[in-house]
């Protein structure tokens, strides 16, 4: 089924991969995408026994996600030596890091939002691209839409390049992968995933939003400044109304800043709608809560019939 260089490259059978999703991002989320035959991934945050945990579950067919701002070298030497995957956002292409996770055994990836950082990730030594356009919900690293972009680092490299933003139905993907992509990225679908750890009030309010609900914003830039991010343009509206300095607080007690970066889970008590509520223009495609395993093979189903009907 849809079988592409990416798949051939990781040895998923759907060339589907779970986006990264801090916070939300979870080991039950990231191993049923995993079993459903796509490719799990979770956010560097998790700990040894985690990625063991993921590791026993899926045979070592999951990736780890590390943002450049807050990246521990420990955790990207741990990861490289469980994980099938490791890839890198939010900050130019770095060879070291590269070298490192080649020499801990895993394949090394890096989210782009241009063609000239996709160009340097191919010269650092990335074994493949993810190409992410504006469309894409969380933070935001390009300021093209998808298409554009993916065309134009298609036309600059030869390594395998994912599609990532705004891609949360069949024919979404299909159209990416017609448009040369070798697989595609997919968060906020997965967001109302059963398995998904993200609160209840923020799966409904994904449920009840269009894609022009969303909008992108530096609102929630308390810890991490000058990093554009895709919201619901609700919480931006709730956060600003708020008067006190926090909105909430963690399942450790922790007071959650009012504009803080991390978007609430089910433990999270006080101001769900205030918090960061991200999410991406596919925000049309969800429509309900489903498991993981149903969303992968309504994308990838789907994605085939339609390619067969227009090739």
Not at 1 to 19: E, I, K, N
Not at 291 to 309: C, F, K, N, Y
Request: aromatic share 6%.
């Amino acid at each position: 089924m849809l079988r592409t260089a990416f798949t051939d490259l990781v040895g998923c059978t759907v060339p589907l991969q779970l986006a990264g999703m801090g916070g939300v991002g979870s080991v039950e989320l990231a191993a049923a995408v995993s079993r459903a035959g796509g490719f799990g991934m979770i956010p560097g945050a998790h700990a040894p026994d985690e990625l063991e945990r993921l590791r026993e579950q899926t045979n070592g067919m999951f990736g780890v996600n590390f943002l450049i701002p807050f990246v521990d070298w420990d955790a990207v030497e741990i990861a490289a030596g469980t994980a099938k995957l490791v890839e890198f956002f939010y900050g130019w292409p770095d060879p070291t890091l590269v070298e490192a996770v080649r020499r801990g055994g895993a394949l090394a990836s890096w989210q782009v939002g241009s063609k000239e950082e996709a160009l340097a990730a191919v010269d650092a030594g990335c074994d493949l691209v993810v190409v992410q356009g504006r469309e894409a919900g969380g933070h935001v690293r390009g300021s093209l839409g998808l298409l554009t972009v993916l065309a134009q680092v298609l036309d600059a490299v030869e390594i395998p390049v994912l599609a990532a933003g705004g891609i949360g139905t069949a024919r979404a993907m299909a159209a990416a992968l017609a448009a040369g992509a070798a697989g595609v990225r997919v968060g906020t679908r997965f967001v109302a995933a059963r398995e998904s750890p993200a609160h209840p009030a923020y799966v409904e309010a994904l449920i009840a939003a269009t894609a022009g609900d969303t909008v992108v914003t530096e609102a929630f830039s308390t810890g991490w400044p000058d990093a554009p991010h895709r919201v619901l343009r609700s919480c931006i509206e709730a956060a600003t109304a708020i008067g006190t300095d926090s909105v909430g607080h963690t399942a450790d007690g922790w007071a959650i800043p009012r504009l803080h970066p991390s978007p609430p889970v089910q433990s999270t008590t006080g101001q769900i709608e205030a918090m960061a509520l991200y999410a991406g223009e596919s925000v049309d495609g969800v429509t309900e809560v489903q498991p993981a395993e149903q969303i992968v093979r309504e994308l990838a189903e789907g994605a085939e019939e339609l390619l067969d009907h227009w090739c």
